[in-house]
Each structure stands twice: as structure tokens, then as C-alpha cells.
């Protein structure tokens, strides 16, 4: 019988991670365009920091929005690919 080592396991790469990003942000916030500002994998997660456009509606003209720059930070488990951590508003520094 042979024993799984973390090395064995296989981690998710950064292209299915990026994927799993997508559709965390789609989930969370309805948003579809991001850029990923920093992603670092240690161990067994992932640590991603994005940078996206909020549309804040005009109270003055409902048809003109004003396009905000938000961050966030994402934890992803490298192995499953669950989501260990969300929050907007930070990021991460080297």
C-alpha cells in the first residue's frame, strides 16, 4: 500500500486557479473583469490579491455610473480548490 506524501498530491495550477477566481468574483460581487496583482503558492494555498471596476450608480442620474477601483484578497486551498478566505478592500504585500 503506498503512503501519499504533499508531494504526491497534486496542486491545482495558476490557470485553474485563475478559473476558480472568476468564479468566486462572479459569485460574490457580479464581476467578470479583474486583474490579478499578486499570487503566491505556499504549501497547500493559494494567495491571490486582484484589483477591479465597481459601478457606482449617479444618485442624481440613474443612467451614469462611476467606475471604482476596489482590491481584494483570495485564499484558495491548492489541492480542492475550496475558498478559505474573501475579503475586499486589502491585498496582499510581498
Known sequence: MAIMTEKMIKNLTFSEIKQL????????LDIDEFTITFAAQESTQWRI????FSEI???SDNSK???W???AIIRIDSISGDL???KTGYTYST
Open 21 to 28: 477566481v472568476k468564479e468566486y468574483l462572479k459569485t460574490a
Open 49 to 52: 490579491a486582484i484589483s477591479y
Open 57 to 59: 450608480k449617479s444618485a
Open 65 to 67: 455610473a462611476i467606475r
Open 69 to 71: 477601483p476596489e482590491t
Open 84 to 86: 478559505i478566505e474573501f
